[in-house]
């Protein structure tokens, strides 16, 4: 889908009075683009009714749900005794901790140390908590393993080409090509990301009649062979 999205995404910008982008600069915003829609997603599927027919609100909710399906993760985390955080990438997307079963419930680092000396509240077997820094998670009372729940980071889209006659020409066979992980239902909301980072603002109508030119061009080469 990535060498679609590129073409699309130059001719709008060329339309628009921008001009046309070059690979390593479309490159540049993939990864920012896709991962911005990703964030964006669970509130989506937190709208019971949505209205806004732009953008990726009009996608079905199944869609939205096996998109972030995909990415979900469930591990347990082991720790020694004497290390009081559990090892946790901090650029992954945490979205629970339980603790022998419990749900730990998140507070920032000096709320858990403070409470964890508490003679009243401390946190107990029966209502956990947690808090997370660059060294990890830290769950209280202390446990050697938990269980987490998070997003993992999806890999960085790349268009990948070889130079013919001065222009790049899209080849999928080099090591370092990555499509999108989204499904084509985000095809429409990824040309306007995309076009966004750069300062153009499109509608998803642009994105539709440009499509649709395409597969009309597509269909009048097939039949002329």
Same mark, same amino acid.
């Given at each position: 889908?990535i060498?679609e999205?590129?073409?699309?995404?130059?001719?709008?910008?060329?339309?628009?009075g921008?001009?046309?982008?070059?690979?390593?600069?479309?490159n540049?915003?993939?990864?920012l683009?896709?991962s911005? *829609?990703?964030?964006?997603?669970? $509130? /989506?599927?937190?709208?019971? =009714?949505?209205?806004?027919k732009?953008?990726?609100?009009? #996608?079905?909710?199944?869609?939205?749900?096996n998109?972030?399906?995909?990415?979900?993760?469930?591990?347990?985390?082991?720790?020694?005794?004497?290390?009081?955080?559990?090892?946790?990438?901090?650029?992954?997307?945490?979205?629970?901790v339980?603790?022998e079963?419990k749900e730990?419930?998140?507070?920032?680092?000096?709320?858990l140390?403070m *409470?964890g000396?508490s003679?009243y $509240? /401390?946190?107990?077997?029966? =209502?956990?908590?947690y808090?997370i820094?660059?060294?990890? #998670?830290?769950v209280?009372?202390?446990?050697?393993s938990?269980?987490?729940?998070?997003?993992?980071?999806?890999?960085?889209?790349?268009?990948?080409?070889?130079v013919?006659?001065?222009?790049?020409v899209?080849?999928?066979?080099v090591?370092?090509?990555?499509?999108?992980?989204l499904?084509?239902?985000?095809?429409?909301?990824l040309v306007?990301?995309?076009?966004?980072?750069?300062?153009?603002?499109l509608?998803?109508?642009?994105v539709?009649?440009?499509?649709?030119?395409?597969?009309?061009?597509?269909?009048?080469k097939d039949?002329?062979?």
């Open positions: 889908m060498d999205v590129y073409k699309v995404v130059n001719v709008l910008l060329n339309k628009n921008y001009g046309v982008i070059t690979p390593d600069e479309f540049s915003v993939c990864g683009a896709q911005k *829609i990703y964030s964006e997603i669970p $509130n /989506r599927l937190r709208m019971k =009714y949505n209205r806004d732009q953008g990726y609100s009009a #996608i079905p909710k199944d869609i939205l749900e998109a972030l399906y995909k990415l979900a993760v469930v591990e347990d985390l082991k720790k020694g005794d004497d290390d009081p955080f559990f090892p946790f990438p901090p650029t992954e997307k945490l979205n629970a339980y603790r079963g730990a419930t998140m507070i920032d680092v000096a709320r140390r *409470i000396n003679r $509240n /401390r946190p107990s077997e029966t =209502y956990p908590n808090s820094t660059e060294d990890g #998670i830290q209280l009372p202390d446990n050697p938990i269980e987490v729940h998070y997003y993992k980071i999806p890999p960085r889209p790349r268009w990948t080409y070889v013919i006659e001065g222009k790049p899209f080849n999928p066979s090591k370092s090509y990555q499509d999108f992980t499904s084509e239902h985000f095809f429409n909301v306007i990301e995309i076009a966004l980072c750069f300062g153009v603002h509608r998803e109508a642009e539709i009649q440009v499509m649709a030119q395409d597969q009309a061009n597509e269909f009048q039949n002329t062979l």
